[in-house]
């Protein structure tokens, strides 16, 4: 008898990723497929007739067109894994001659006279040799797994009695392993009505529901993923809320008369809802009535960013409250990066301003350099030496010394608002700012407009008339 012939494995270019085809020929594949399908559906419609179940040529043609038609609604599933789901983890070899995946074979059995005829490919699906003959169907199930005994002896006796057609799955005991198999069929009819034979077609489905159970699997390990990514960010996010000062407007503690800062902050995510970096900001007023401020960012994203961040601000504060100045202070502050057990790069800019004489002293790590807003322009402060946090275990960071002017505003930032003309351009908006709070207003809606790929902080400082 003939058997259906096996498509081989398409080939792709030597350099195609290993992920798979591209979608464009996946789709072309697919559309192959269902317009093969189709036709052998037109074959069926035409070995289909009021006689076909008598004539014994136009069965088997039905049963090739029924296996074929399987195999083809098996790969355009197995391509529209390709192209919609995940890929597929990649499967382990079966130890020995395991059967072909999607293997499939004829079958029918002769009530009148015994006779029992099985396609070779029947014998290889049930791992049996044809010198041993084939199964009658009272011997088939001795082949099944025994939980599955009872449903086989259901579906034969509702086809053979009351002539329902077979649809239905069973395991069977292979001895490469339990196997599933789906077979379908029909009773066939003698002049009286009765039924004189069954045949059906039988096919390997377990690859298929291996597959499928693999892409439920992936769907729901990218569910937990997400999950998981969700709670980190939510986790990430918490800690920082809790790191960054809560406060705008004037300090907490004036920094003296008539020469209080009023000073004001603002987080600003990314604009693709990444989770949220290492940035941060922080205004401090000291025991000696000096004020710290600072801002610094550092490599990396999510909860373990977050920690180190909260780690550094920790430390930043503390050695300013032990009167560390703004150099030294960056020394040590690169000394823990490159000590941390979470290696990590980071830059910062580290300012101290006494109120009593006006001048700002500070430090920076690979840092953009503060603006310093005055009479309606804008200047970056000219930049002592100083390289990223982490980058050199010893390296040693210059200070430099600014005076400043009632009426003028230092603007620190992150490394994201760097290099954009957004800031320098709003120079004439905060000359008529009435406080820090209106300044970074000012930021905000200049941003609006922005798609930032990293978050940023600012922090604005204007020194009181």
């Known amino acids: ?33 269902r317009r093969l399908r189709g036709g052998i559906d037109a074959v069926r419609r035409v070995t289909a007739g009021p006689h076909a179940t008598e004539d014994p040529l136009g069965r088997w043609q039905r049963a090739l067109c029924d296996l074929a038609t399987h195999h083809l609604d098996d790969l355009d599933v197995h391509l529209g894994q390709l192209r919609d789901g995940p890929p597929l983890p990649d499967a382990a070899p079966a130890p020995g001659p395991a059967p072909d995946p999607g293997l499939g074979g004829s079958a029918e059995w002769n009530l009148l006279t015994d006779e029992v005829t099985w ?88 690859e298929l529901h291996r597959g499928r159970d693999a892409v439920a699997a992936s769907g729901d390990s990218l569910h937990h993923h997400r999950r998981l990514a969700r709670a980190e960010q939510q986790l990430a996010a918490g800690l920082q809320e809790a790191v960054l000062p809560p406060w705008q407007g004037p300090l907490p503690r004036a920094a003296g008369p008539g020469a209080a800062l009023d000073v004001a902050g603002h987080y600003l995510p990314s604009a693709d809802s990444a989770p949220v970096g290492g940035n941060w900001f922080d205004a401090l007023p000291l025991p000696d009535g000096r004020t710290l401020l600072g801002a610094g960012g550092l490599t990396g994203r999510g909860v ?26 960056m020394g040590c502050l690169n000394q ?59 390296a040693r960071y210059e200070q430099a010394e600014e005076q400043l002017l009632p009426g003028d505003v230092l603007l620190l930032h992150t490394d994201a608002c760097a290099g954009s003309s957004l800031l320098p351009g709003l120079a004439a908006r905060f000359t008529e700012a009435r406080s820090a709070q209106e300044c970074v207003r000012s930021v905000l809606e200049a941003w609006s407009g922005e798609r930032r790929q990293d978050d940023a902080c600012v922090l604005v400082a204007r020194i009181g008339d």
């Open 1 to 33: 008898m003939p058997s259906p012939s096996s498509a081989s494995p398409a080939e792709f270019p030597a350099d195609h990723a290993p992920g798979g085809p591209p979608a464009g020929v996946l789709d072309e594949l697919i559309s192959q497929t």
């Open 119 to 206: 396609s070779e490919e029947l014998f290889r699906l049930f791992g049996r040799s044809p010198q041993d003959g084939a199964l009658t169907l009272d011997e088939l199930p001795s082949c099944l797994v025994e939980e599955d005994r009872e449903l086989l002896a259901a579906l034969v006796t509702d086809c053979l009695v009351d002539g329902k057609p077979i649809d239905g799955e069973f395991r069977i005991v292979h001895p490469d392993g339990p196997r599933t198999v789906q077979m379908r069929g029909e009773p066939v009819l003698d002049d009286d009505g009765c039924t004189a034979a069954m045949w059906a077609v039988l096919r390997d489905v377990t």
């Open 304 to 329: 373990a960013a977050g920690a180190t961040m909260a780690v550094l601000l920790g430390a930043v504060r503390g050695m300013a409250m032990t009167g560390t100045e703004p150099g030294p202070l």
């Open 336 to 394: 823990l990066v490159d000590a941390s057990g979470q290696p990590a790069l980071g830059s910062a800019v580290c300012c101290r301003y006494d109120p009593r004489t006006r001048t700002l002293d500070w430090a920076q790590a690979g840092h953009p350099a503060p603006l310093l807003f005055r009479g309606g322009t804008a200047r970056p402060l000219p930049r002592p030496d100083g390289v990223l946090l982490g980058a050199i275990a010893d």
